[in-house]
């Protein structure tokens, strides 16, 4: 069984330019969660995912920030005119959800996309 | 809203000698607690997790953390470091009704030989 994977790993962009980023949960989750974590803290929740549905969103989610799940697999999160202090590592993680036992709460994380904004 | 608190931002040990990192937890109501670890680079590794079966967890890589309802503590251990246990820690909690996790801000473990 494969691990939550992340695409790119790396990405270097100028202030202004859009970015996307993709993430591949484990198969059969329902449930795929988006986290941002900046040096020396932990991660910070962004939104979370139940299949397609996109039923939570952090504050921390701008307008600039979108995240897509369309057809209840992968899923991909936009930052549209990045800034500096967007540079941060972001970390897309995926559980069971309903029919997991006693895992289905337990949420397995990727490697992580590591942005920086120049 | 739930929040949890690492003391101690850096932590060193010898190797062989006792770890204990420590966290403790705000939650109206019971919480589901977890335990991961990062390596440099890399993403969040589950250690263990609480989610009211039994009090003491026992996890990988020989931690284990009791969950203390009177205290709001759910401090991990381990009886003795390894130098491969020379990580980022992160304790994290999950109040009912909700799917998000909070973390605490982390604490870096340093094992010297």
């Known amino acids: 069984d494969t691990g939550v994977s992340q695409d790119p790993r790396h990405k270097i962009t100028k202030r202004g330019q859009n970015v996307t980023f993709r993430c591949d949960p484990i198969?059969?989750?329902?449930?795929l969660y988006w986290y941002r974590q900046t040096l020396g803290q932990g991660p910070e929740f962004l939104t979370y995912?139940?299949?397609?549905?996109?039923?939570?969103k952090s504050r921390l989610l701008s307008d600039r920030f979108s995240a897509e799940r369309p057809k209840g697999s992968f899923s991909t999160l936009e930052i549209q005119r990045t800034e500096q202090g967007d540079s941060a590592m972001y970390l897309c993680a995926s559980s069971p959800g309903t029919g997991g036992g006693h895992h289905q709460e337990t949420q397995y994380f990727g490697p992580g996309t590591r942005l920086l904004v120049l | 809203a739930q929040s949890v608190t690492q003391l101690g931002s850096h932590v060193s040990v010898s190797e062989g000698a006792l770890v204990l990192l420590r966290c403790n937890y705000s939650?109206?109501?019971?919480?589901?607690l977890f335990w991961y670890v990062q390596y440099p680079n890399q993403g969040l590794q589950l250690l263990l997790k609480y989610t009211s079966a039994a009090t003491l967890v026992k996890g990988i890589n020989g931690f284990e953390a009791e969950f203390k309802k009177s205290e709001t503590s759910f401090h991990l251990t381990k009886p003795s470091a390894h130098m491969s246990d020379a990580a980022e820690y992160f304790c994290?909690?999950?109040?009912?009704?909700?799917?998000?996790?909070?973390f605490g801000s982390g604490t870096r473990l340093q094992v010297q030989p």
């Open positions: 198969s059969e989750h329902n449930r």
């Open positions: 995912f139940q299949n397609e549905a996109q039923l939570e």
């Open positions: 939650s109206s109501v019971p919480p589901y």
């Open positions: 994290a909690v999950r109040g009912t009704g909700r799917r998000a996790l909070t």
